[in-house]
């Protein structure tokens, strides 16, 4: 669905429709109503976040693009800010790659892989968009951006329940225990495994609510990849 300041969805419904990704990211929304989805974001409680969480559509396999690969979670908070940065409004695996590593030794490939896996992390949040192989700014790049980063980490923390391999197992954990692994059996073994670490810390990170039904399913989760 299509976020509009013309209907009459509140800035909270908006945040809600956020995380279960039924908003446009791509749609012209008004920089200052971004800004109020985003403040009501960041104070969406768990139990309005895991109640998406358990009306997801996503069945019990996930698409490899709604499946993230980062190194630290630390870049992702980097990613919006090269457009604030660099005043472009575009830009492509490779010069995002050496943007976040900033090492004039790596290779072309390494910026490119790199580029590419935190470009496509951060847009399954919303904070970007992607358009081919290029990345762009998304309705919520510059509100992001103009947070502090005690703000930012607590959009960001709501954010990853946005991530729909993240809904898939917390879903499925609220009942008994779940293999983590499942959702991404269609994946090779290698790819399988590291885009498991990047889940993990996300969990790692959601673990941070310290929220008794979150914690219980995160722990319901185990890693057996046979």
């Given at each position: 669905m299509r976020y509009s300041v013309a209907t009459s969805i509140t800035p909270r419904a908006a945040a809600k429709m956020l995380i279960s990704n039924e908003i446009d990211i791509s749609s012209?929304?008004?920089?200052s109503e971004a800004l109020k989805i985003l403040d009501e974001l960041r104070t969406l409680t768990v139990?309005?976040?895991?109640?998406?969480v358990d009306f997801n559509n996503y069945g019990t396999v996930a698409?490899?693009?709604?499946?993230?690969?980062?190194?630290?979670?630390e870049k992702l908070f980097r990613v919006p800010l090269y457009f604030i940065e660099s005043g472009q409004m575009s830009v492509d695996y490779p010069?995002?790659?050496?943007?976040?590593?900033?090492?004039?030794n790596a290779s072309l490939v390494s910026n490119i892989k790199y580029g590419e896996n935190h470009g496509k992390t951060t847009a399954i949040l919303g904070l970007i968009d992607c358009n081919n192989t290029r990345f762009i700014p998304s309705a919520f790049t510059s509100a992001f951006c103009s947070f502090d980063e005690d703000k930012?980490?607590?959009i960001m923390l709501r954010l990853f329940f946005r991530v729909p391999v993240v809904q898939i197992i917390l879903k499925a954990a609220a009942v008994d225990k779940v293999n983590g692994f499942l959702p991404m059996m269609a994946l090779k073994e290698s790819t399988r495994l590291r885009r498991s670490y990047s889940i993990r810390a996300i969990f790692k990170q959601l673990l941070?609510?310290?929220?008794?039904?979150?914690?219980?399913?995160?722990?319901?989760?185990?890693?057996?990849?046979?």
């Open positions: 012209d929304i008004p920089y139990e309005e976040c895991l109640s998406i698409d490899i693009k709604h499946i993230p690969q980062f190194s630290k979670i010069q995002l790659g050496f943007y976040l590593k900033l090492d004039i930012q980490r607590e941070l609510y310290d929220h008794s039904e979150l914690n219980h399913r995160i722990e319901n989760i185990v890693w057996e990849d046979n």
